[in-house]
C-alpha cells in the first residue's frame, strides 16, 4: 500500500462513507436533489422535454422541499389561483355560454375544467345554503288562527272557574301573534265537544290505515316530532342532502337537452359539459341574486329595491336563454320553444328529485 499522504485521506474518505448510516446517506441525498432540476420522469425514467412526462403523464414535482412550497403546490394543483382561475369565474358570470363553447372547440388549457367548475361553485353555494338553514328557528308553541279557533270550541264546551279561562286566554294570546279570540263561557245548550287528534304529523284520516301509511306516520313523527318539535331539525338534514339530488340532476338536464337537439347529432358529453356550466352559473347568479338583494332590501327604499331585485331575475332569465341560444346555434323561435318546453320538463325533474329527497330524508335513520 503505499505511503502518500493523499492516497491515505482517499482512503479513509472511502471507509467512512461505506460506514455511513443508510439514515444519513438518504437525508444526503435529499439535500442534494433540492435544488436541482428533475430531466428523468421519477415514475417511468423517460426523459422530460417539459413539466410533463410524455410517457406516463406523472409531472416533474420536486416534493423534497419545505412543507410551505408542498402546500403552495396542492393548492395551486386544487384550486388554480391564477389567471385561469379568475378568467373562469369572470366568463362563467358574464357569458356563462363561452365556457361551454370554448371546450367543444378545444380550448380547454386556459379554463378549468367543467367539473372543476362545478364543485367549486357548488361547495361555496351549499355552504351558504346551510348557513341560511341554520338559521331558521321554528317554534313549535307559535299556533294558527284555525288551530286557536279549534282550542276555544273546545274550552266553550268546558265549565271552567274565572282564574282558569284567564289563564286559558293568555295563553292563547302569548302562543300566537294575533289577537286573542274570545273565549265564551260555558252554559250554551247548543254547545258540543269539539275534539279533533291535534296531533302535528297526520297522514290518513282513515280510522283503519295500511301498514304502510302506519310505519310513514311513525317516522314523521319521529324525524319532526309529534307535535313539530324537531322540524328544524329535519329540515337542516333536508338542506343538506339537496347537493347530492343536484348532482344526480344534472345529467338528467344532459339527457333532456339530448331529446330536444336529437336531430343536431351533438353527442351525450357537449350536452353534459354545458349542464355542469349552467348549473355553475345558476349558483353563482343566486348566491349574487341573494347577496344584493340582501343589500338593496337594507339600503334603499322598497319602491326601488323592488325593480332592482325584479332587473336581476329578469337578467339571470336571460342570461340562461343567451347561453342556449350560443350554444346551439338555433333560431330565436325554436330556442324560446325549447327554453320553455325543456324548462318545464327539467322543473319536473326537480320536483321529483325534491320528493325523494324528502322521502328519502324522512325514512333513512
Known amino acids: 500500500m503505499s505511503d502518500d499522504p493523499s492516497d491515505i485521506v482517499l482512503a479513509e474518505t472511502a471507509v467512512s462513507a461505506m460506514e455511513e448510516s443508510p439514515r444519513r446517506r438518504l437525508l444526503g441525498r435529499r439535500k442534494a436533489a433540492e435544488g436541482r432540476a428533475i430531466t428523468e420522469c421519477e415514475n417511468c425514467g423517460a426523459q422530460l422535454h417539459g413539466h410533463w412526462c410524455a410517457q ?3 409531472p416533474a414535482v420536486e416534493y423534497r422541499r419545505s412543507f410551505r412550497h408542498v402546500i403552495v403546490d396542492v393548492l395551486d394543483s386544487f384550486l388554480n389561483w391564477d389567471s385561469k382561475f379568475f378568467a ?13 363553447i370554448e371546450f367543444v372547440r378545444g380550448r380547454r388549457v386556459r379554463y378549468l375544467q367543467p367539473v372543476r367548475v362545478y364543485l367549486l361553485v357548488s361547495i ?3 355552504f351558504v345554503v346551510n348557513w341560511w338553514a341554520k338559521a331558521i328557528h321554528m317554534d313549535p308553541q307559535n299556533i294558527s288562527d284555525e288551530d286557536r279557533a279549534d282550542v276555544t270550541n273546545a274550552v266553550q264546551s268546558v265549565d271552567l272557574p274565572n282564574g282558569v279561562r284567564s289563564k ?8 300566537s301573534p294575533g289577537p286573542p279570540l274570545p273565549v265564551e263561557p260555558a252554559g250554551k245548550p247548543d254547545a258540543k265537544p269539539h275534539r279533533q287528534d291535534r296531533s302535528f304529523i297526520r297522514f290518513d284520516d282513515d280510522p283503519n290505515p295500511s301498514a304502510f ?12 316530532g309529534e307535535h313539530g318539535t324537531k322540524m328544524s331539525l329535519f329540515v337542516k338534514t333536508l338542506v343538506s342532502n339537496l347537493p347530492y339530488m343536484m348532482l344526480c340532476c344534472i345529467p338528467l338536464f344532459a339527457l333532456v337537452l339530448k331529446l330536444l337537439y336529437i336531430r343536431r347529432r351533438i353527442f351525450y358529453i357537449d350536452h353534459l359539459v354545458y349542464a355542469l356550466h349552467i348549473h355553475s352559473f345558476a349558483y353563482a347568479g ?3 341574486i341573494g347577496f344584493i338583494t340582501l343589500a338593496v332590501n337594507r339600503f334603499t327604499p322598497p319602491l326601488l329595491a323592488g325593480w332592482i331585485i ?3 331575475w329578469i337578467a339571470f332569465t336571460v342570461q340562461i336563454f ?3 341560444r350560443r350554444v346551439y346555434l338555433q333560431g330565436w323561435i325554436k330556442t324560446f320553444f325549447k327554453f320553455w318546453v325543456g324548462g318545464a320538463l327539467y322543473l319536473i325533474i326537480l320536483l321529483l328529485g325534491l320528493a325523494g329527497t324528502f322521502f328519502a330524508t324522512l325514512v333513512i335513520p
Not at 168 to 175: G, I, M, N, R
Open 322 to 324: 343567451l347561453s342556449i
Open 124 to 126: 361555496l353555494f351549499f
Open 168 to 175: 286559558v286566554e293568555q295563553a292563547l294570546k302569548d302562543a
Open 310 to 312: 325584479a332587473l336581476l
Open 286 to 288: 343566486l348566491m349574487l
Open 213 to 224: 301509511a302506519k310505519w310513514l306516520e311513525a317516522r314523521a313523527k319521529e324525524k319532526m
Open 56 to 58: 406516463c403523464g406523472q
Open 88 to 100: 373562469s369565474l369572470g366568463w362563467l358570470i358574464v357569458r356563462p355560454w363561452h365556457l361551454t
